[in-house]
């Protein structure tokens, strides 16, 4: 059946030859199409590119410089959360509605104010990640604290990329916001570690390669303020800010209660391996948790179609139509979700091999970490249903919630299980969050977002 319904709210029999029409039509409902198709096809070779630089990183350097590599990443991208303060996603809300109206001045007067709030939060944090690592070399004589250091400066590159991002999101440049922050930076990435190791004969560190992190991070953010500068508006240009600073704030401070309490539940485990048993072992367990990752690709890249539907649907009260769109959606994640997390959970051994004989010790947490992400998938689109339906306050609390319940979990269980440990922490923390939130969605709107 159709994902999407028609103009009218109604939705249609799903035909393959009326996608393949709707992508080589004309009109724009053929230029939403052709869109979301192109922003799916970058996204997956996004995966793709990540992941290859991953295994690229684990076959070029030993397991104690992986895993502090990873080590100090997981910090980067835990903190660079604080450094954007939400404004990446109250971006895509304010940039395109004052472009849509016209509010020239206020639009100039938000990109001013993200641009300074952003550089001056990364800047403090990431100096504060650095300070860090300087007071950890005191006891502690191994490539973390260097690292360390290095990744602050990474940490306000990566925040104002993410930001910029959106701006060119929000200028209506999807495809290539997702290209160079999904393909064109981890590309980079692989190319200067290639070129260093296998072409100028050079032994990979920890810190040399979050420097190579830093550098293809520093080249993108450049392509994309570029990108920003050919998108904005002309009208834009020397027209007297406007600033309504307090609705900034007070709109994207909820977003970021959100999204750090999903990045906590999604690095704290990494962090805390890393902290209470070593580095090492929580590059293995990185590899394991990003592998049980890819069972929630397809409900991440539906979300990216659906979550529009949903704001619209509810909005003109269509509860039918919500709920069809639903279960379709859900039926169809389903079909990708099941059979990749069998192939995790049977073939998992075989696929850390890849990465290196010593990440096979991931099999059994990844097993487990399947558990939880198939939980998610199975949910349905329970998170965006509260966030496009008013509910976001609740959803706030909820995720907070479980990310604290996962540290106490994690502080409990890695001591006595190492790996396994923090996987069974993250399953509980995961499973919870989702069972609470699909209660709310069923006693706050009665709608079922699953495919039963």
């Known amino acids: 059946m159709s994902l999407l319904p028609d103009a009218a709210g109604a939705t249609q029999p799903f035909r393959a030859w009326a996608i393949v029409e709707r992508l080589t039509g004309q009109g724009p409902e053929a230029a939403v199409v052709r869109l979301g198709f192109l922003a799916f096809l970058v996204r997956v070779c996004g995966a793709a590119s990540t992941f290859g630089v991953q295994i690229l990183l684990a076959r070029l350097l030993v397991p104690s410089v992986f895993g502090a590599y990873v080590y100090a990443l997981a910090w980067v991208n835990f903190l660079v959360m604080l450094g954007v303060l939400g404004l990446d996603t109250a971006s895509l809300r304010f940039v395109a509605s004052y472009q849509g109206l016209g509010e020239w001045g206020k639009l100039r007067g938000f990109l001013v104010y993200c641009l300074r709030l952003n550089l001056r939060t990364g800047v403090l944090i990431g100096a504060c990640l650095a300070l ?9 004589r191994s490539d973390v604290p260097t690292t360390l250091m290095v990744a602050g400066v990474l940490l306000p590159v ?36 290639l070129v260093t190791v296998r072409g100028l004969g050079w032994t990979p560190t920890a810190p040399g390669t979050m420097g190579l992190h830093l550098l293809a991070a520093a080249i993108s953010l450049t392509a994309a303020w570029g990108m920003v500068r050919r998108s904005m508006p002309t ?15 007070r709109t994207a ?67 039918d139509e919500l709920q069809r769109l639903l279960t379709r959606v859900s039926r169809i994640v389903m079909l990708f979700a099941v059979p990749v997390a069998l192939v995790l959970v049977f073939g998992g051994t075989w696929l850390l091999g890849i990465y290196g004989p010593t990440f096979r010790a991931g099999a059994l947490p990844m097993a487990i970490l399947a558990i939880g992400e198939l939980t998610i998938s199975l949910a349905g689109s329970v ?35 190492g790996l396994t440990g923090a996987a069974i922490a993250t399953v509980i923390a995961t499973v919870v969050r989702t069972l609470l939130l699909s209660l709310v969605v069923h006693r706050n709107l009665g709608l079922n977002p699953t495919a039963f």
Do not use: C
């Open 235 to 249: 009208q834009v240009q020397g027209v007297h800010p406007v600033t309504e600073s307090a609705l900034w704030v």
């Open 383 to 417: 998170g965006f249903l509260l966030t496009m339906t008013g509910h976001e306050r609740v959803a706030g609390r909820i995720v907070v919630g479980s990310a604290i319940l996962n540290i106490v979990l994690n502080t409990v269980l890695i001591p006595a299980y």
């Open 158 to 193: 990566l925040a104002s990329l993410q930001v910029i991002s959106a701006w060119i999101q929000a200028f209506k440049r999807a495809v290539i916001s997702q290209l160079i922050q999904g393909v064109v930076r981890p590309m980079l990435l692989a190319a200067l570690l």
């Open 132 to 140: 860090g690592g300087s007071l950890l070399g005191l006891r502690d």
């Open 253 to 319: 401070l909820p977003l970021l209660l959100i999204t750090g309490g999903q990045l906590l539940l999604g690095q704290a485990d990494v962090l805390m391996l890393g902290a209470m048993v070593g580095t090492t072992q929580a590059g293995t367990y990185a590899v394991a948790s990003q592998l049980a990752d890819l069972i929630i690709f397809g409900i991440n890249a539906a979300n990216i179609v659906v979550a529009p539907a949903i704001a619209d649907l509810h909005i003109r009260g269509q509860r």
